[in-house]
């Protein structure tokens, strides 16, 4: 078996970033001094002229971006999740948001898998902030091949975005010479008949993995991808629901107010079954190595498994 390749979704933004630019010559770059950490460097090193370095001032670097974005180029604001969605937010939301300028936040090292950084680095909830924003889009890319994806499909758009990466290296799961991504669109990885696991970002291979463990125990999973939290695939959940009469929802971000509330959310509209959600429970995270840190949050294949086999109980 060949070995699986692993990558940080950050990188992938950094190579997007610098892959794109000669096709479009109106992208710039900004980043708020960390631009080794985020992967911007790669543009930087590529397009300096185009690359712009505001400083620890995430909320100035948000009004640039605007600045830029009202003169017709496509700004990309790069910074760690906990300073673009937190430090930043009323920015965020007066000057991108509520005018609709066409800014795209590159968001690194969100969620516990920021390991050692502990808890003031660790973002659990950027995705529940963003989506408060009325016409924010927001993406969370599982993978290397879908986090290019997703930067090529967030230059097209015309509107604000908010990306999320990761800090660690995960599983590349899709082929990049078959894989197409839609805005807004979720996919599904595996069919299944019993039960439906609606995932984002690095917890889709987690899903994946916890559909094989359940399959040896005579449970059918059906695996969801939801790249695209806003707008959410709402016809693809509610045919889930409908069709497989429980979801649980995998996300590493807080379960209030992400992934898993607007499944819910849906499914309360459309076809009220049970949805179970995994993520960050109402807690800070603290320091540890990245790996160690999501299995004791229970951001893992097992933990998901046992939490499909409950919630099998609850049809």
């Known amino acids: 078996m060949a070995d699986v390749i692993k990558k940080a979704t950050r990188e992938s933004y950094g190579e997007a970033l610098k892959e794109y630019a000669e096709q479009y010559e109106?992208?710039?770059v900004l980043d708020a001094d960390l631009a080794a950490a985020t992967k911007t460097g790669i543009f930087k090193k590529a397009y300096p002229d185009r690359f712009f370095d505001c400083g620890i001032a995430e909320a100035n670097m948000m009004g640039v971006a605007a600045g830029l974005a009202a003169c017709g180029k496509i700004p990309f604001a790069s910074t760690f999740a906990m300073f673009a969605a937190g430090r930043a937010y009323?920015?965020?939301?007066n000057s991108i948001g509520y005018p609709h300028l066409n800014v795209k936040i590159g968001a690194t090292h969100a969620g516990i898998s920021v390991g050692e950084d502990g808890a003031t680095h660790q973002c659990n909830e950027d995705i529940a902030l963003m989506r408060t924003i009325p016409g924010m889009t927001i993406i969370n890319p599982c993978d290397d091949v879908e986090a290019k994806a997703?930067?090529?499909a967030a230059i097209d758009f015309n509107g604000p975005v908010y990306m999320r990466f990761?800090?660690?290296?995960?599983?590349?799961?899709?082929?990049?010479e078959t894989y197409k991504f839609e805005l807004g669109k979720g996919v599904v990885m595996k069919e299944g008949s019993d039960v439906t696991i609606v995932a984002t970002g690095l917890l889709v291979n987690e899903a994946l993995e916890a559909s094989k463990i359940l399959e040896a125990e005579g449970i059918s999973a059906r695996v969801v991808n939801i790249h695209t939290i806003k707008?959410?695939?709402?016809?693809?959940i509610c045919k889930c629901a409908k069709e497989t009469g429980v979801i649980v929802t995998a996300e590493e971000h807080s379960i209030i107010g992400g992934l898993g509330s607007a499944v819910a959310d849906a499914v309360t509209e459309c076809?009220?079954?049970?949805v179970v959600k995994i993520g960050v429970n109402d807690e800070y995270g603290y320091s540890g190595p990245a790996?160690?840190?999501l299995k004791k949050f229970g951001l893992c294949s097992e933990n998901i498994a046992v939490k499909v086999k409950e919630a099998v109980k609850l049809k």
């Open 26 to 28: 109106n992208l710039v």
């Open 291 to 293: 790996t160690e840190l």
């Open 150 to 152: 997703a930067v090529k």
């Open 90 to 93: 009323e920015i965020v939301r």
């Open 166 to 176: 990761g800090r660690l290296a995960v599983p590349v799961i899709n082929d990049a």
């Open 271 to 274: 076809c009220p079954v049970p």
């Open 231 to 236: 707008p959410l695939d709402k016809e693809l």
